[in-house]
């Protein structure tokens, strides 16, 4: 059996969303910027995803950027903001817990002048609105701060920090912009961007079943944005190139049935991670549950466990057909531990020991059995091994 | 990732244990990375007859060990003694460069042990 358990690294592409792009692969081939009817077709093609994406987040259609996906969509917010409001503020206000595609940004334009704030987070990975308050500045342009973390899957205040933002507008900060990389929580849990506040948010259609490489930035209407590339005027003159139409398509499709199952999925998502999570702490000694628990999307799950390297542990599992990531060190050849897991404070050894299991809502029941009894065994084995013991 | 041999070993380990009445025990710990290989030998007529390990850590460090144990065994102390970590790597296929450093800490397992067994010979 193989059990595919890391869903927040990507998920499997969904039939239905399979079906919807095979034929902007073939007679459907138009560019949506020609005036004949191929053309056409692809422009209504285009359009027709676009209000699907924008459903999905309370957009309008026309507060949507298609681009290549979640990293370009944080790259063109916090890129775009500071080029476009540099002249009024050179601060960014962020969390040290983002994913690579914020924080690398950040880090470059700290290089080009701007001040980077990088907020600390709890034990769980939840910000302090205090601390928000307490790094505005005058020449604060963007906060940008995640709504949910791709490793622990703990939910930010999102809401609470967009008030902060509306009252340092109304004490004259008009230059101040919230973004949000909603990546991880879009499909998970309801987003919708006027209630939560934020002028930028990035979605990723990998994430919810849809293809690789597409991905849009909610841009709030009137916000003045620089560009990251240069060309011509498609995606309302903010994202040149011509538009991926099957990706496109396929992203529209993934979103609309996201739409569609949102509580389901999350229902049954929800439900077989807390069964996976009960049944290991339950068998397994010494088990450690990363995150919060009381704020989490449904889908992850990030345990540490005693006296075993995260890496072997995930090694051994692939070998047994079941596919989850970790926070060690050693993964990926860095030997940097995870940025996140450090942040919370976790001790070296916890996040040594630590996996993450990250479902989606195509899992089933019998998967998730077998998972559990092969981790049993797996940890078992590795702990016979441990010359700690 | 890895080769099919550092899976192969991370599957189905070799001599994993501790030897009865070893004549030697090297437990080493690179402080950096927490990995630890504990190899314990026995050594009769300056001949390794067997040697166990057991270890914390990543892929390489587990199989490192785990091959280290398969190369020893029927060989005198002197050859084992030259044993260089580029002998458990080419059984190993390939290690990822910032990995060298696991085989490196099962050949420090394999002197430690060594030196026990000297002095209790």
């Known amino acids: 059996m193989k059990v595919y358990l890391d869903n927040s690294a990507t998920t499997p592409v969904a039939p239905e969303v399979i079906e919807a792009m095979l034929p902007y692969f073939g007679d459907e081939m138009g560019n949506a910027q020609s005036v004949h009817s191929f053309g056409q077709r692809a422009k209504a093609a285009l359009e027709s995803a676009r209000r699907q994406v924008a459903k999905l987040i309370g957009a309008s259609a026309t507060e949507t950027v298609f681009l290549s996906g979640g990293t370009e969509a944080d790259n063109l917010a916090i890129r775009g903001t500071a080029e476009a409001h540099r002249e009024w503020g050179r601060h960014i206000i962020t969390t040290q817990i983002e994913h690579p595609a914020v924080l690398a940004t950040c880090e470059a334009l700290e290089r080009e002048g701007f001040r980077v704030t990088y907020l600390p987070v709890s034990g769980r990975g939840r910000i302090d609105i205090g601390d928000v308050r307490a790094a505005l500045r005058e020449d604060t342009i963007l906060i940008s701060i995640m709504q949910a973390n791709n490793e622990i899957g703990t939910v930010q205040p999102i809401r609470e920090v967009a008030e902060v933002v509306a009252e340092a507008r109304q004490a004259g900060a008009k230059h101040l912009h919230l973004h949000s990389d909603a990546v991880q929580s879009v499909g998970k849990i309801p987003v919708n961007v006027s209630e939560l506040g934020v002028d930028l948010l990035s979605v990723s259609a990998h994430k919810i079943h849809g293809p690789k490489g597409i991905g849009c930035l909610y841009v709030r209407k009137g916000i003045r944005l620089g560009k990251l590339l240069y060309g011509g005027h498609h995606e309302r003159d903010r994202r040149p190139g011509t538009e991926n139409i099957p990706a496109i398509v396929g992203f529209g499709r993934a979103a609309q049935m996201a739409c569609e199952q949102l509580e389901d999925r999350a229902r049954s998502t929800e439900k077989l991670r807390d069964y996976l999570e009960r049944h290991i702490t339950e068998r397994v000694e010494g088990v450690r549950i990363n995150g919060d628990p009381s704020n989490r999307v449904p889908n992850i799950s990030n345990l540490s466990f005693e006296g075993v390297d995260g890496e072997s542990l995930l090694i051994a599992l692939d070998l047994k057909g079941i596919a989850v990531s970790t926070g060690s060190a050693c993964a990926s050849g860095s030997l940097e531990p995870s940025h996140v897991l450090k942040a919370l404070g976790l001790p070296r050894e916890v996040i040594r020991g630590s996996l993450r299991f990250s479902l989606s809502a195509f899992n089933t029941q019998p998967e998730i059995d077998f998972a559990i009894s092969t981790l049993v065994e797996t940890l078992a084995r590795l702990q016979e091994m441990s010359a700690e013991g | ?121």
Do not use: W
């Open chain 2, 1 to 121: 990732m890895y080769s099919k041999e550092v899976n192969e070993h991370i599957a189905n380990p070799r001599n994993v244990g501790d030897v009865e009445n070893p004549s030697g025990v090297g437990d080493v710990t690179n402080q950096v990375c927490l990995d630890r290989i504990r190899l314990s030998i026995k050594v009769d007529n300056g001949i390794l007859t067997e040697a166990k390990f057991k270890a914390n850590g990543c892929p390489p460090t587990m199989a490192a060990a785990s091959v280290l144990t398969e190369l020893i065994t029927g060989r005198s102390v002197k050859e084992a003694a030259l044993m260089e970590r580029t002998d458990i790597v080419s059984v190993l296929g390939r290690l990822p460069p910032a990995k060298m450093h696991c085989a490196m800490l099962a050949i420090d397992a394999l002197q430690a042990a060594l030196k026990g067994a000297r002095r209790t010979v």
